[in-house]
């Protein structure tokens, strides 16, 4: 039985108040929406008459989609907000925008804002779940609980795991939350970037190990993720030029030899191909990028069945 | 009509000490100070209990008047400073206009007397306008009665200006008080720059920011003969270097904040905005330095930097929340509970950090118990515990990380000039 943990009504800010068994329930779920929408018929009727709204305050149209569709194929209705062309132009707050939509009879929020914290205020304006769909560089904890099944799919476990995560580490919300739940569910992890993108006081405040030397990093791992690369970080300072980014920090054929022969290799996605990950490691084998797509869906799924107190049995079987 | 507050235990500027005394006030003087005074034309008080000591001093803070005055104004600051024993402020000049004229000051000044609940001192701007571009007039100022010259929360940049400032201010015998933040470092942080902006995904603000302009400081403070004073201090190299700064016959003279003294970075886990102010809370290990300046002498004066803002500003997503706290009804408690109760350092010491050292820095002659001075004082049971409740703040804004906690150390009234400015 699968469903013994119930998380009814519950809100995700971040992996940390979540328990291992509690991550275990939600991959165990996902296995079953996995199914679901690999049938022709990609639609259970389990969230029918409940009403979800996505709330994107930054553009994010590739988490947006996954998470609406994620609803459809529950049954659930979606209403989305954007940020562009709403009267938060002119002035009007967070609260109020949230106090109007909540009037509407919305069952459980996805917020993505540019504020840590944003997400819990949602909750506590509206005391409905939240879901977080990042906030800021804080936390994106749907995209790690997809990194963490995709990999626990090929593994089964992540326990004693090599994990190395490589890139901007400073600035990206996915690693936060990544961290947080890999370490909860037993890998050891490596972060590796250059020290101008490393966030001071890493390993105490994650247990994870800095590494400077991406081929020292890399030496026997299970899984190798790359980050995306932003220009912007070039404008700012941070590191000379992508060129000599990807010749310190890219993935190329080269490292890998350093890795485990059956590494997976990951990336949140967009790619920058040729920077942070070359053709020739992106399109190998090893590569499972297409599958944390499909299993952004599942898992959001996933959350929302548990979160909105969908019976497993009766309507998914 | 004469007041005669009997039986308290009174701190004596010649004994350096507490000692249970009556104390006559006549008038806006202290008349007589002895045991057992009986005088039949006098409002007693009994004072069995209470502590009394000189009026506090607070060198730092933000009333908001002119131009923010929903956040605050001069009466309800005055209250509230006076609620929280004070007797003399030091307010800063990033109102609008800015207090950088003669007219402004005067209007500050003309308000604080009508209101007459505390003694407020002005202090000037150093660059006009506060923009950091011009020397403000710093001279007419002077005349105007300032006590201190600052652009605060707008530390100038420029470090020909901060020269040029520092040897103009000279000719006048005044203070410079700096807000030591190098912007190219603090950016857009929101939080220590460490664990917890790691922790949080918030920017961070580096004590290197703090570090580089105290380090600035001291050398034009050197270089211009100028006294400077550096506005709360918040980290470990900081303090070490206004050490060694002092040591070197530097004129410098710091001061640090209650919360400083009390909280560290840890306070902004769970994103309350009322633990986001500038500089921000540091490190165990920076406090912990910073208890040990106040001690040694490195640090003169405790100073609140008063900030208020109202709950519908603080009440956003943090990074959109305004820096700073309120300070003046928790300053006294806090210390007490936090640091006098629990042996890290003494009522004498305190009365040299929150009264002797900021009256001495901004040349006042105040904070006296002693017969013929002024009577501004206040009287404290110490023994008296309560929590810090929202409903409870004379402060027209509430934002204090403080509230909801307990604290010892209740004051009970405060008279400033010979009046009543609190009486519970
Ligand atoms: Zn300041």
Known sequence: MINKINLTGRCLFDLDDYSPAEIETIFETTKVMKKII???????????????????FEDSTRTRISFELAAKR??????SFAKKGSSLKKGETLQDTIYTLDAMGIDLYIIRHESPGAPALVNRYTGKPVLNAGDGPHAHPTQALLD???????????KGLKIVIVGDILHSRVVRSNLIGMKKMGAKVIVCGPRTLMPPKVDDVYGVIPEYDLNKAVQNADVIMALRMQLERQEQGLFPSLGEYSKYYGLNNRVMKYAKNDVLIMHPGPMNRGVEILPEVADSEHSIIIAQVTNGVAVRMALLFLILGGKIGREVK | MMKLLKNGKVYLLDRKKFVKSDVLISGKIIKKIAENISEKSAEEYDCTGLHIFPGFVDMHCHLRDPGFTSKEDIESGSLSAAKGGFTSVCCMPNTKPAIDNISTINY?????????????????????????????????????GVVAISDDGNCIQDTNLTLNVMRYASTFNIPIIVHPEDYSLSGKGQVNYGFMST????????????EMIVSREIMLAEVTNSHVHLAHLSTKRAVKMVRRAKADGINVTAEVTPHHLILTEKACDGLDTNTKMKPPLRTEEDRQALIEGLLDGTIDAVATDHAPHLDYEKELEFPKAPFGIIGFESAFPVIYTKLIKTGVMNLEQL???MVINPAKIINKDLGKIQEGAKADLNAIDL???FIFTKDEILSKSKNS???????????????????????E
Request: charge should be positive; include cysteine.
């Open chain 2, 351 to 353: 009365i040299e950090k």
């Open chain 2, 383 to 385: 023994n008296e515990s």
């Open chain 2, 199 to 210: 922790k949080l995904g918030l920017e961070g603000i580096p004590s290197l920011s703090e």
């Open chain 2, 108 to 144: 500050v000044s003309r308000k604080a007397r009508d209101v007459g609940k505390t003694k407020i001192f002005v202090i000037g701007a150093m660059s006009k306008g506060i923009e950091g571009k011009e020397i403000a007039n710093i001279g007419s100022m002077v005349k105007g």
């Open chain 1, 74 to 79: 529950l049954s659930a209705d979606v209403i």
């Open chain 2, 401 to 423: 990380p403080f509230i909801g906690e307990k604290f010892f150390g209740k004051i009970k009234m405060t008279i400033c000039d010979g009046k009543f400015t609190w009486k």
């Open chain 1, 148 to 158: 963490m099944f995709s990999i626990w799919e090929k593994k089964d476990s992540l």
């Open chain 1, 38 to 56: 690999q049938r022709d018929y990609k639609k259970v009727p389990t969230l029918n008459g409940k009403t979800v709204c996505t709330l994107f």
